[in-house]
């Protein structure tokens, strides 16, 4: 099947449902792009950004990767963090992971899974820099939710280690960096108590004079 008819018509059916709520949302839209938050998420196709909250398209920017992982050498999470926060001047940056992440669990055997293995690399640091906590629990699935909740906020951190981050809060930009978490089976957010908005809430090392 070279043309996916179904997903045209649902298209069609879809852009019909939105003009009759409002004729010139597209054309507005078209016009401009303004959102407040840039959601850093999991490409975990249960977890679509825009649905969670309930926000029209135009209202949230969102990166996704596998588990959610900001690292300071992929140049694609930094330069959509860079657009977000030099040019759209979002004031929140989410980063939100999900209960049950096939990244994480994968992260957690010593299992060779390919060219993934380089990526989750960066989860395994977070397992062995929690280890002791993280092995003191007894069931394999509270290991594994909180190995989600301790990564999510290690991007969290990591996002706040950028010069792109810290050169807003420099120049007095008002910005957030928010910890969340995702269950699928009840469609709630959980938040992690995680909100950092300025260089005095990360570690000394990092700080950017």
Not at 21 to 40: A, G, H, M, R, V
Not at 56 to 74: K, S, W
């Amino acid at each position: 099947m070279r043309v996916l008819r179904h997903l045209f018509d649902d298209n069609k059916e879809w852009a019909r449902k939105i003009k009759e709520t409002d004729p010139d949302f597209f054309l507005k839209l078209s016009n401009q792009q303004t959102p407040e938050y840039l959601w850093i998420g999991c490409s975990d196709s249960r977890v679509p950004a825009n649905q969670l909250v309930d926000k029209l398209p135009g209202e949230i920017f969102v990166h996704r990767n596998i588990a959610n992982v900001v690292v300071h050498t992929d140049l694609n999470c930094l330069s959509v963090i860079q657009f977000a926060v030099e040019v759209l001047k979002v004031k929140h940056i989410i980063v939100c992971g999900h209960y049950g992440c096939g990244g994480i669990k994968a992260s957690m055997d010593n299992l060779e899974h390919g060219l993934i293995d380089n990526w989750l690399c960066h989860i395994k640091d977070v397992y062995h820099y929690h280890q002791t906590r993280i092995n003191s629990l007894v069931s394999d699935d509270g290991k594994f939710n909180l190995l989600c909740e301790l990564n999510v906020v290690e991007q969290v951190s990591n996002v706040c280690h950028t010069t792109i981050v810290q050169n807003a809060w420099k120049s007095g930009q008002e910005l957030a960096v928010h910890g969340w978490i995702y269950a699928i089976e009840t469609g709630l957010l959980k938040d992690l108590d995680v909100c950092i908005t300025n260089k005095n809430e990360i570690s000394r090392i990092h700080q950017i004079k």
